[in-house]
């Protein structure tokens, strides 16, 4: 008879996309009992151990078993960037050859990383740089959390993440499974364990699949509005067209349900003339007393190509003096990094993606002139 153990003819994959859950399943399938997982994340996450070799609590058979089936790893970083305010941008290459951009910003008694969920976007807002970029892939699981094991080992002991945004590039929502599972992974207690208020997911407004979060996983939600009318929201958040104001609201007070002392954050970009008008204040608090809300302002990043502009610091002072009046907390997100390009909306992902994206042009450029 077969053993269960015995090793299949097929690519090897990496533990590292699975959630405790998963490895669980895994190890099920192979007859072995469940909490091996534990013991696995165990190995990798608090000892710091790849080699399958010196899991020495696997029994023999298993551990051959996941060595000529199985590997651990993650990206790597090929660049660092570190600003003068102290937050660092790494661009991590995988082993396909794409860049992921992540980004640590330390501050007073907490240090946050920005992580990337996808390779580009295909979302299209229109003040966003990785927009422009177009939509590459879905990242892994592995590099997503690689994402966070790669910048906590760098940082070392004495920066360590306390919070994780997902604001990098792409959108998370988009890329629902594998977001799922890292976030799921770096609040394991056998892991990072984070807070599930320390962990934010951001979105654009992907409506069912806020609503499948909601069930699935227990995390800080943060909604980028940027517009509180449909027809303004449809141009700057195009994936407004498919779920307009009334139904994202909607989904927001679904969440809410979950953790009635929590707040859902709203995110909004301040654009010079386009959505900073003491109207847009007056809308976004009619909309925001609708949903235990906060809302972050953030001052727009200009970016080349682009012809919006951001807010003067009188209109974004006004803005918030008017909301915080009207009972919503509102706060204007500090611009880190800004010396290397590590601010919000600035993260542009692989240089092979750029010259491609050139290349496209020309080819455009050259039919047209046909
Ligand atoms: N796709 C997710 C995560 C994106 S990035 C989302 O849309 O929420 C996180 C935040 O940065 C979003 O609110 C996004 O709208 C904002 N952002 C994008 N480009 C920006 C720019 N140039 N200036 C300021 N904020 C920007």
Known sequence: MKSVLEPVKKERFNLLDYDRKGLAAFFVALGEKPFRATQLLK??????????DLMTNLSKPLRAY??????????EIVVEQIASDGTCKWALQTSCGNRIETVFIPEEGR????????????LACTFCSTAQQGFNRNLKTSEIIGQVIVAQNRLGDTKKITNVVMMGMGEPLLNFDNVVAAMNLMMDDFTFGLSKRRVTISTSGVVPAMYRLTEVCDVSLAVSLHAVRDDLRD????INKKY??????????????IAPRRTVTFEY????????????????VKLLKTVPAKLNLIPFNPFPNNAYRCSSKEAINRFKMFLNDAGIVTTVRKTRGEDIDAACGQLVGQVDDKSRRHLKLKLVGSESAA
């Open 66 to 75: 996941l060595k000529e089936n199985c590997y651990l790893a993650t990206p």
């Open 111 to 122: 240090g946050t990383l920005c992580v990337s969920s996808q390779i580009g976007c295909a």
């Open 244 to 257: 307009p104001l009334k139904e994202l609201m909607e989904a927001c007070r679904d969440n809410a349900k």
């Open 269 to 284: 970009v301040m654009l010079d003339g386009i959505n900073d008008s003491m109207e847009d204040a007056r809308g976004l």
């Open 235 to 238: 141009e700057l958040v195009p």
């Open 43 to 52: 190995w990798i996450y608090q000892e710091g151990v790849s080699d399958f």
